[in-house]
């Protein structure tokens, strides 16, 4: 089945601070989402990207279909960001199912 | 924000029970799906739905099981609950036909004792 692999696999930023997270896979894919997940264990929506760029406030995420990856920026960090951070891929070859890759444990002091 | 409910969302048993997790959603949406994930861990997929009396075993193993009577509900069965079963389990939904974006309910977090 499709590999995903996020990196780093932690994160500890001071507050204010920008960071970039990254989501390889392995084999093209129909859809890619990023979801944080927060000390609750809610997975919240943050971006549906298959290709191209999007923005929402301080996020913003870019996925390069052809190169297999995909990118999340948080800009301007806050301690609320802390949480994992999970990207989830839907293979062309397995449509309607979604690999999970490891995750980013990002924590922000204050 | 997505209307998919779990109930409940904590749940603390005895070894042997049955137990089962109810997952509802007000979407409309035909396809849905149950996650396990363990602390700190990725999550992987257990059963998913494509519509009414349509359930598949997903990638992972499970002894639980999974009914799909009406569109809306999607419930999680466990008919002897063992300290194993200890997980986080979430259920999701996502629309047929469109983008396939999923949506995921709270999340149940079940402990056996």
């Known amino acids: 089945g499709i590999q995903v692999e996020q990196s780093p696999p932690d994160l500890i930023l001071q507050e204010g601070a920008n960071s970039t997270l990254r989501c390889n896979f392995s084999d093209s894919v129909n859809n890619l989402q990023w979801f944080h997940q927060n000390p609750w264990g809610q997975l919240i929506n943050l971006f549906y990207?298959?290709?191209g760029t999007k923005q929402n406030g301080r996020l913003s995420a870019t996925t390069v279909a052809t190169e297999r990856y995909s990118l999340l920026y948080i800009s301007s960090s806050q301690t609320t960001d802390s949480g994992v951070y999970f990207c989830a891929v839907e293979p062309n070859t397995n449509a309607g199912k979604s690999t999970f890759g490891d995750g980013t444990t990002l924590t922000v002091k204050p | 924000e997505a209307d998919i409910y779990q109930t409940p969302r904590y749940l603390v048993i005895g070894t042997g029970k049955k137990i089962t997790l109810e997952c509802s959603q007000t979407?409309?949406?035909?396809?849905m799906y149950w996650y396990q994930q363990d602390p700190g861990m990725e999550l992987h997929l257990i059963h998913y739905?494509?519509?009414?009396?349509?359930?598949e075993k997903g990638d992972l193993s499970s002894e639980s099981t999974v009914s799909r009577i009406r569109t809306e509900h999607f419930p999680l069965t466990l008919e002897s609950a063992r300290p194993s079963h200890t997980s986080q389990y979430l259920c999701?939904?996502?629309?047929?036909?469109?983008?396939?974006?999923?949506?995921f309910g709270e999340g149940s977090r079940l402990t056996v004792l």
């Open positions: 999701a939904s996502s629309e047929s036909g469109g983008t396939g974006e999923l949506f």
């Open positions: 739905s494509y519509g009414v009396n349509s359930t």
């Open positions: 979407m409309g949406h035909d396809k």
């Open positions: 990207i298959p290709s």
